[in-house]
């Protein structure tokens, strides 16, 4: 207990060098969200504490390795934890090269505790959002992201449920090296059998379970067509140590402690949220009161139509949960709802609206009139729900794209700025990412990137295809690489050109 608490890390991979024989080893792996390996340089005392951790049924989550000193057998970037009694066998860049960031080295001399955090790298950043950030700007701005080289862990379940049917994975966010996800953790041998929901935190570094929490009633596996409502994926937000997220589909938002996974507070008044924000302490939420009339919605959806909705959004103060305001909107809001600096931007099947957030009152409203993507009037095999337009926020733009056009409106007073055509993804909404100055986007089988407030384009990468159609989600983007669904991730670089096949 004193180690964990002296140390102040709540969970991964522990490493004990200089574990002798394995009592305390075996303490450190008796409870809580740890994998626990020791090295021993002293071949009779791995053997003894072997036995021990045997005895006492552990063995599997801790562990024992002969070690002989020198480097050590971990991955770069895969320990949050080094604890030793004997600091001389190790050497600290080496020590620094296995710690995550923000891991800690413990060394105990005699009664008094030395600790030694690796810094958490300028390079990395956080995935807090479904599109990265509040801005609905899918692209990261970390600098290490690049063509996979190898694996650094890998996690179960190794398969999904199935390809036709919902997939078995609805949204995954990341904050300060932990992985959130929504996942069904059902055995994927009969898609018959009932759905087993889950909300998952890994240590996103070695892909250790920190902990899971059952959601309750979410969405039928059984539901044609694997995107599912296009909701899913906006309902899971983590930062500042929060986790934000609906347990059920009609369900209020829950924070939980992202450590632990306690719930900290439910928001009252925020049932049948689909998409939640979160920025420097508050939440903005965005409920359809028809959320749950899925049928209802895909049967007219398929038919060209968008039924009459009943929208709120509301800001909420995280600390003390209460509402600061609350806006009600008699038309359907698609879950693409963005905040940027003070401004609310939401979208309906006729419009764009910018809100203050301060305030929840309407600043301007300028038309769009959202196409659905039914090619001749008719959908081939009934699939639908997944057809969100996209909305980008920036300093000064509004960028709006469906399945043809695109818009872009000045962010302080609503104005067209221009239009253009647009391309919807395979089964999925249109690519718009804001990308050093450049709104890049695709257009007749190339990547374009487009002066912001003209429209212009301003530089232009061939596309690659793949031996088969697209994958049936959003491309994402780092400020360096497009990351495509072709097949794998196809990673197309910016500066250079050059595409990745990652198949």
Excluded at 30 to 47: C, F, I, M, N, T
Excluded at 378 to 386: F, G
Aim: charged share 25%.
């Amino acid at each position: 207990a004193r180690i964990i608490s002296e140390s102040g890390v709540e969970g991964g991979l522990v490493v004990h060098a200089g574990c002798g024989d394995g009592s305390l080893t075996a303490e450190l792996g008796e409870q809580g969200p740890w994998l626990v390996h020791g090295l021993e340089r002293d071949r009779k005392l791995v053997a003894r504490a072997r036995e021990h951790i045997q005895s006492l049924g552990r063995y599997g989550r801790v562990s024992v390795e002969s070690w002989p000193g020198g480097k050590l057998p971990y991955a770069d970037n895969l320990v949050n934890l080094v604890y030793t009694r004997e600091p001389d066998g190790l050497d600290l860049a080496e020590v620094m090269r296995v710690l995550v960031p923000r891991g800690v080295l413990l060394v105990e001399r005699g009664g008094r505790w030395e600790r030694t955090m690796k810094p958490w790298p300028d390079e990395i950043d956080d995935w807090t959002h479904f599109l990265h950030g509040p801005d609905n700007n899918a692209v990261s701005r970390d600098k290490l992201v690049g063509p996979p080289r190898h694996v650094q862990w890998i996690g179960d379940p190794r398969f999904s449920r199935a390809h036709e049917q919902a997939a078995s994975f609805s949204a995954a966010v990341t904050y300060r090296g932990r992985m959130f996800y929504i996942i069904d953790e059902t055995p994927p041998v009969d898609i018959r059998l009932k759905a087993r929901w889950s909300l998952v935190a890994r240590d996103a570094f070695n892909g250790i379970v920190l902990w899971k929490r059952p959601m309750q009633r979410w969405v039928n596996q059984l539901r044609r067509f694997r995107s599912g409502p296009a909701s899913l994926p906006f309902r899971l937000v983590a930062a500042d140590d929060r986790v934000f997220v609906t347990f059920d589909f009609e369900g209020p938002v829950h924070i939980l402690d992202s450590a632990s996974g306690k719930t900290l507070r439910v928001v009252k008044g925020s049932e049948k949220t689909k998409q939640i924000i979160y920025r420097e302490g508050y939440l903005l939420l965005l409920s359809d009161d028809e959320v749950n009339q899925m049928e209802k919605i895909d049967a007219a959806r398929r038919r060209g139509k968008f039924l009459k909705h009943h929208c709120h959004v509301m800001k909420v103060d995280v600390a003390t949960g209460k509402t600061a305001w609350k806006g009600d909107i008699d038309e359907l809001v698609f879950p693409c709802m963005a905040l940027k600096n003070n401004q609310v931007f939401l979208q309906t099947p006729t419009r764009v609206i910018a809100m203050g957030q301060e305030t929840g009152r309407q600043l301007w409203s300028a038309e769009f009139r959202a196409e659905l993507p039914i090619p001749g009037g008719k959908l081939k095999n009934d699939e639908m729900q997944w057809e969100a337009p996209t909305l980008v926020a920036s300093d000064e733009v509004v960028l709006s794209a469906d399945f043809k056009k695109v818009r872009a409106y000045d962010s302080k007073s609503g104005r067209e700025l221009w239009s253009g055509s647009s391309a919807n993804g395979y089964n999925a909404p249109a690519d718009l990412f804001l990308i050093d100055g450049l709104v890049w986007m695709n257009n007749r089988g190339k990547r374009q990137g487009l002066d912001p407030r003209t429209g212009k384009v301003r530089k232009t990468i061939p596309s690659k295809g793949g031996y088969m159609h697209a994958r049936c989600y959003r491309n994402k983007a780092t400020e360096r690489f497009l990351l495509l669904g072709l097949m794998g991730v196809q990673m197309v670089d910016f500066d250079k050109g050059e595409v990745w096949m990652n198949d």
